[in-house]
């Protein structure tokens, strides 16, 4: 199975469009693009998942005034997108189909695929207690990642096959919980990348 994206190049650059954020405050906050093909026969749904797996581990740090995040800081991943139940003749998603724009407070039913359901991103804890940001983050929302990181940081976006119609999971759900969910499900993974960064530095 493949999986492709016309928003990016894999391994290249995200543009601002598909961010959150941008140098000058919010991004366009699109959906980029994706379409997969050469799905195994069986396939009944697929799944799709957008993490980043170069999240600092210390939220404290974002932002903070004076400090530049090293390359070397201990990483974790930060979920933009979990999309379950998708229809197995469902091979692509068009750019901004599902986010265009950003939602303070984030997107209580986002647009996307017929009969599919979207998740919770962690933007959901990551704004919580914001009075102007803070809400339930469903579907997608695109990379921000602090401005004073050094690291580039890497989205990677995968598409699973799954040999069920429908994944055993609450109204509300994440992406840990889409993971154990199709496990002894999964017939084939297909997986692109692209990198972002909010640092001038950043990767240099």
Same mark, same amino acid.
């Given at each position: 199975m493949k999986i492709r994206s016309d928003s990016f190049a894999h391994g290249g650059a995200i543009p601002a469009e598909f961010a959150m954020g941008a140098p000058?405050?919010?991004?366009?906050?699109?959906?980029?693009h994706l379409a997969w093909e050469d799905a195994p026969e069986g396939t009944r749904s697929f799944a799709l998942l957008c993490?980043?797996?170069?999240?600092?581990?210390?939220?404290?740090?974002?932002?903070?005034?004076g400090v530049e995040i090293p390359v070397a800081h201990p990483r974790g991943d930060f979920v933009h997108w979990a999309m379950a139940d998708i229809p197995a003749d469902v091979h692509g998603i068009?750019?901004?189909?599902?986010?265009?724009?950003v939602s303070k407070g984030g997107k209580a039913s986002p647009p996307g695929p017929a009969g599919a359901r979207q998740g919770l991103n962690d933007y959901t804890g990551w704004f919580a207690g914001d009075d102007e940001l803070g809400g339930e983050y469903f579907g997608y929302d695109g990379p921000y990642p602090p401005s004073n990181d050094l690291r580039?940081?890497?989205?990677?976006? @995968?598409?699973?096959?799954?040999?069920?119609? @429908?994944?055993e999971l609450a109204t509300t759900f994440t992406a840990g919980q889409v993971l154990r969910a199709?496990?002894?499900h999964v017939l084939a993974e297909?997986?692109?990348?692209?990198?972002?960064?909010?640092?001038p530095r950043a990767g240099a």
């Open positions: 000058d405050g919010f991004g366009g906050n699109r959906n980029p993490i980043d797996t170069d999240a600092p581990t210390d939220p404290s740090l974002a932002g903070k005034d068009a750019a901004g189909s599902a986010s265009d724009g580039v940081h890497r989205y990677f976006f @995968r598409v699973f096959a799954l040999d069920v119609d @429908r994944l199709m496990q002894g297909a997986a692109t990348w692209g990198s972002y960064s909010l640092h």
